[in-house]
């Protein structure tokens, strides 16, 4: 198979879909691998790191598109490069669909078999391929919301640890699971006062045996909420329902009785967010005001760590990618029903029930596909 990588055009977009080593792996599995020249720069990597892995540089993403049999990215395809996908090509990539349903109409018409990251299973029940990027986001989210308390960016001027003789920032995690449980370690690290909220009485069990004397945990009910955000200078978005849009959890009334200056980092923004003001933002432009709270909504996080979040992401990509180029879309996914979870756009028809009901279109059965392969 000849798989291609193109440089990311997503603003402010440092990372890549495959590094040299994984290049390397590929071209070891037999394949042909082309990269679009500068694709890996902004994550450390030079033309001829490729080159040395045995991979073909060539001089744009359009000779990418046209030549490659799968496309591995990151972040969901611009509508300059949905243009250019192909039937019978494989798009492997974050698509984060359910809040965007201008994407998933080109996506079907452009017939490509399109497999998202952040739909791809594990057999516990998570989520292989969106963990590594949710434990980069849920890193650098109270590295952001300190950044966005800042006087200077609107803030209220408060520092998460406070000092000696000062209380720290009370910070409200929405979301116990990778994001928000990476989001609170940090916090607590940085001194603040964290209550983690969850809806899930087993993950909060978990994090209550693990980080009981780091941070407190809560059940996520309106009323708990409303009482918690109330009192909060950040809070934290981190809540996903696999596929689906995000749940507005916060509302633009509880934004009323939130301290002027406080901060939100919505990190469920690219599933459309959980906080009923937000809207997306890039990292040129991160943050807004509505009601006095500053809002921080960049979709790709990520992105602002490059380095760091392309080899973790290939970490975990590696296996699948391999699979997918080895036995063709068909058989990786009849053989693995956690990467045929992934598949949601095949042939102009939306394979994911999440992502059909989210967008209310119809769905086209995954199994009935998987059937007709073997
Ligand atoms: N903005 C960015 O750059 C990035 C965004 N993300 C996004 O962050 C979000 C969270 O991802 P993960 O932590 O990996 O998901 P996860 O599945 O590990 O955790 C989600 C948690 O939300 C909880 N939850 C669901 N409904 C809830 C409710 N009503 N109240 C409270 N908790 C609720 C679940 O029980 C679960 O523990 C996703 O939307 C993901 O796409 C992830 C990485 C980067
Ligand atoms: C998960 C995701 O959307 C990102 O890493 O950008
Ligand atoms: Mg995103």
Same mark, same amino acid.
């Given at each position: @198979?000849?798989?291609?990588?193109?440089?990311?055009?997503?603003? +402010?977009?440092?990372?890549?879909?495959?590094?040299?080593g994984?290049? &390397?792996? !590929?071209?070891?599995?037999?394949?042909?691998?082309?990269?679009?020249?500068?694709?890996?720069?902004?994550?450390?990597f030079?033309?001829?790191?490729?080159?040395?892995?045995?991979?073909?540089?060539?001089?744009?993403?359009?000779t990418?598109?046209?030549? !490659?049999?799968?496309?591995?990215?990151?972040?969901? /395809?611009?509508?300059?490069e949905?243009?250019m996908?192909?039937e019978? +090509?494989?798009?492997?990539?974050?698509?984060h669909?359910?809040?965007?349903?201008?994407?998933?109409r080109?996506?079907?018409?452009?017939?490509?078999?399109?497999?998202?990251?952040?739909?791809?299973?594990?057999?516990?029940g998570?989520?292989?391929l969106?963990?590594p @990027?949710?434990?980069?986001?849920?890193?650098?989210? /109270?590295?952001?919301?300190?950044?966005?308390?800042? *006087?200077?960016?609107?803030?209220?001027?408060?520092?998460?640890g406070?000092?000696?003789?000062?209380?720290?920032?009370?910070?409200?995690?929405?979301?116990?699971?990778?994001?928000?449980?990476?989001? $609170?370690?940090?916090?607590?690290?940085?001194?603040?006062?964290?209550?983690?909220?969850?809806?899930?009485l087993?993950?909060?069990r978990y994090?209550?045996?693990?980080?009981?004397?780091?941070?407190?945990?809560?059940?996520?009910?309106?009323a708990?909420?409303?009482?918690?955000?109330?009192q $909060?200078?950040?809070?934290?978005?981190?809540?996903?329902?696999?596929?689906a849009?995000?749940? *507005?959890?916060?509302?633009?009334? @509880?934004?009323?009785?939130?301290?002027?200056?406080?901060a939100?980092?919505?990190?469920?923004?690219? &599933?459309?967010?959980?906080?009923?003001?937000?809207?997306?933002?890039?990292?040129?432009?991160?943050?807004?005001?509505?009601?006095?709270?500053?809002h921080?909504?960049?979709?790709?996080m /990520?992105?602002?760590? $490059?380095?760091t $979040?392309?080899?973790?992401?290939?970490?975990?990509? +590696?296996?699948?990618?391999?699979a997918?180029?080895? *036995?063709?879309?068909?058989?990786?996914?009849?053989?693995d029903?956690?990467?045929?979870?992934?598949?949601?756009?095949?042939?102009?028809?939306?394979?994911?029930?999440?992502?059909?009901?989210?967008?209310?279109?119809?769905?086209?059965?995954?199994?009935?596909?998987?059937?007709?392969?073997?």
């Open positions: @198979m000849k798989i291609g990588t193109v440089r990311e055009i997503k603003a +402010q977009e440092f990372r890549v879909g495959l590094t040299p994984a290049a &390397q792996e !590929a071209v070891a599995h037999g394949h042909e691998v082309v990269v679009e020249t500068g694709a890996g720069l902004g994550a450390g030079a033309d001829s790191d490729y080159t040395a892995a045995g991979a073909a540089i060539v001089a744009d993403a359009k990418v598109f046209e030549t !490659a049999d799968m496309i591995v990215k990151v972040k969901e /395809p611009q509508a300059s949905r243009k996908l192909r019978e +090509q494989i798009l492997f990539t974050y698509l669909l359910a809040a965007d349903e201008a994407q998933a080109d996506l079907m018409d452009s017939r490509a078999t399109c497999i998202a990251y952040e739909t791809v299973t594990a057999r516990d998570t989520l292989p969106l963990a @990027m949710s434990e980069v986001a849920g890193r650098l989210a /109270p590295q952001m919301g300190a950044w966005t308390l800042q *006087k200077a960016n609107g803030g209220r001027g408060v520092l998460l406070g000092v000696p003789g000062v209380a720290p920032a009370k910070v409200v995690v929405i979301g116990g699971g990778v994001v928000g449980t990476n989001a $609170a370690r940090v916090a607590a690290g940085m001194g603040a006062d964290v209550t983690v909220l969850d809806r899930s087993p993950r909060l994090l209550d045996d693990v980080f009981g004397g780091t941070f407190r945990t809560a059940y996520s009910s309106k708990e909420t409303e009482a918690l955000v109330a $909060a200078d950040l809070v934290i978005g981190a809540v996903l329902i696999p596929g849009a995000a749940p *507005k959890l916060v509302t633009r009334e @509880m934004l009323k009785t939130m301290k002027p200056g406080a939100i980092v919505d990190v469920a923004i690219d &599933q459309g967010g959980c906080v009923e003001t937000s809207c997306p933002t890039t990292h040129d432009n991160p943050i807004f005001e509505v009601e006095g709270v500053m921080y909504c960049v979709a790709n /990520p992105g602002a760590v $490059a380095r $979040a392309t080899l973790a992401l290939s970490n975990a990509t +590696q296996p699948f990618m391999l997918l180029a080895d *036995k063709g879309w068909e058989r990786a996914c009849a053989e029903p956690h990467l045929a979870a992934g598949l949601n756009v095949h042939a102009g028809e939306i394979t994911h029930a999440a992502v059909a009901e989210a967008l209310d279109l119809p769905l086209h059965e995954t199994a009935s596909l998987l059937h007709a392969a073997e």
